[in-house]
């Protein structure tokens, strides 16, 4: 696993693999998978997030590259709103670790994507909708790794038309 500059992300993804996002959180880490063409993300699931599951949820998202031909990761990493490190950057920065080390996703770019405020964005979205505790959590964790993977993909389209 290298991080990657966004152009060579688009380079990745032009074989026609997919994007995965991921919305790493202290609990959680919601999961998004674009479509083969890369304009399009939808919600995948969650993974549970704790000392226990670190094995397991580096088998399940290597599953799930083996499986969708993901040739490349969004990571959702926030900035304080000054735009210093956070706590929150430094826990996503170690989780992403983890899965280098792990030895399985080598062969990935990934890029962090700037996710500041994508939950509270999400959260007012979800407003009004009968959906309640976990539930609407494991709903929010999905759905801010979409919103961080089609940011993404929008920008990644607007670049290609400049290219054109």
Known sequence: MKAVTFRQLREAIKGGGRLLGMDIGVRNVGVAISDRGCRIASPHSVLYRNQ???????????????????????????????????SQERMVKTFISELHNSGKFQE????????????AAVSRTLQGLPIEGLQRKLILDKMAAVSILQECLDNLWRLEQGDS
């Open 108 to 119: 990935l770019g990934y890029v962090y994507w700037d996710e500041r405020l994508t939950t």
């Open 52 to 86: 226990s599951t670190i094995l397991s949820n580096i088998d399940k998202l290597g599953v799930l590259v083996q499986r969708h031909s993901v040739t490349g990761l969004v990571i959702g990493c926030p900035l304080e709103l000054a735009g210093h490190r956070s």
